[in-house]
């Protein structure tokens, strides 16, 4: 049931990546030209100054879904009610405080926009992303409960609805009016819409969430909550100044305009870390339940597997980026808008980083390890902000980036899997390392092998040198992993796991 779960998750999500990729590319594209980059810049500082505020969160929810495996896997409903009905109150509790500091926050805008005082409806815009910020707060205990019981499949019809409809309404409006108030009022509209939906369709799936019967959670479950959180925030707060600073740095010394070139980067490079992160997540219900009823050595076999797809679509992707970046962005929106070639390098570098990391925290976020690391996050995140502002001086855009390079390096590349091989492996660490250290290879093998076919014209017409160019970084990578790996143990239960699936 779990591997079925997780199929289905996946093709879901995959479905609905593959058509809004292709649409959100159109309305970037749209949205570049019709209302400039300028206030595409200012989404994205407006979305990183609001997610300090929304640090009040502090992973709470991360902590209640690990708090309803057990439960859902019992079908205990009792308890399963305690938790939500204690989530919805916290969650309420939050939204009026992250409006609260949201309102204090305002006459200090300015400070982070660089020559923005030409900007218009700066208020107005300001709070329509608040409203966008804590709706979802009000319907997030519901959207935890289909979450934990893998589920998510359930609402790929709603989803597919909500992002089609709203990307086609932006599309219009960009066309024909090129208003941004509206088209940010629209997409206020759209995100109630879908959370009124998902409430909706969790109610018909476990109609016992409807009972006014009142609930309390023990008081030790309460205290385990309590610890998470207290872990969780230093998380979150590192997070944030790890992942959520750059965009504020940017706009503050270099300018708005600045964060907008970075940010069609961003849309380029995210969009493919929302499709790894997705084939993870895809199976990560089923890590928390394989950890929680499998013994260590099984667990530890089925994570050698996760971190064999991990490299494998995070390696070949980073080779894919490197040959066609420049050259995509150059052909989507004018090489007006490509940023140096030392600035997209760290872009990518970053992205491979990041991405290595994430079956080892998939597998410590299942397994409840959030005390034991709590303070790494921080002084993780400290470095980048200190170094940020620092390089930024110096290189620009690139100076930012490099900082985030420096600090992942420092703590964020072995922290976590430290904590998976000790606590729920017990495996020495060096067999991360190894295995690793061979995935880096491969990938510098890779790259090696296609740039000089990447690196020249093939045909007269740009996108079929760019549709060849990715070919060629995905066939001749997967060959020589392929070729390299076939006969590890890894790959062959990579392969009957995918005739299983395949059988079904």
Sequence with gaps: MRTLNSGKNFLVTVSLMVTMTLLGFVTRKLFVNEIGVEYLGLNGLLTN????????ESGFGTSVVFHLYKPLAENDQPRIL????????????????VFFLCV??????????????????????????????ILPYLTAYKNSLINADQKNYRLGTINFVYQVGLNLSKLGILYYTGNYILYLVVESLFLAGFNVAMVRKVDALYPYVKSRMTHAVDAVT???????VKALFLHSVGGY?????????????????????????????????????????????????LIASEDRAHVYEIFKRVFLINFLVSGVASIVLLNTLNPFVG?????????????????????????????????????????????????????????????????????????ATLSLLSIGVWQFPRLVYRHVFHQPLRKYFL?????????AAGYTLTYPFC?????????ADLLLWGAISVVVPLGLCTAVLFRTAPFQGLLIHVRRLACR
């Design 331 to 403: 052909w989507w929106l004018g090489d007006g808008y490509i940023l140096p070639g030392a600035v997209s390098f760290v872009i990518i570098l970053n992205f491979f980083v990041v991405g290595m990391r994430r079956s080892a925290m998939v597998f410590k976020t299942k397994a409840g390890i959030f005390h034991q690391d709590r303070y790494s996050p921080l002084l993780q995140g400290v470095i980048n902000v200190v170094l940020a502002v620092i390089l930024v001086r110096w290189w620009g855009i690139a100076g930012v980036l490099l900082a």
């Design 241 to 289: 100044f790890m992942h959520s600073t750059s965009n504020i740095v940017i706009s503050s010394f270099v300018g708005l305009a600045a964060v907008g070139f970075y940010s069609n980067y961003m849309l380029v490079v995210g969009t493919i870390s929302t499709f790894i992160m997705q084939v993870i997540n895809s199976m990560a219900e089923s890590v928390g339940n």
């Design 49 to 56: 100054i609001l997610a300090a505020v929304t640090l009040l």
């Design 82 to 97: 305690a938790l939500l009905q204690f989530y919805r109150k916290v969650y309420r509790l939050i939204a009026a405080a």
């Design 222 to 228: 309460k205290s385990q909550i309590a610890v998470n």
């Design 104 to 133: 204090c926050l305002y006459p200090f805008l300015g400070c982070f926009i660089k020559n923005g005082d030409h900007l218009d409806y700066l208020t107005l815009v300001y709070f329509i992303f608040v409203f966008n910020s």
């Design 455 to 463: 690196s020249r014209s093939w045909f007269a017409s740009p996108l």
């Design 435 to 443: 295995a690793y250290g061979q995935y880096v290879l491969l990938t």
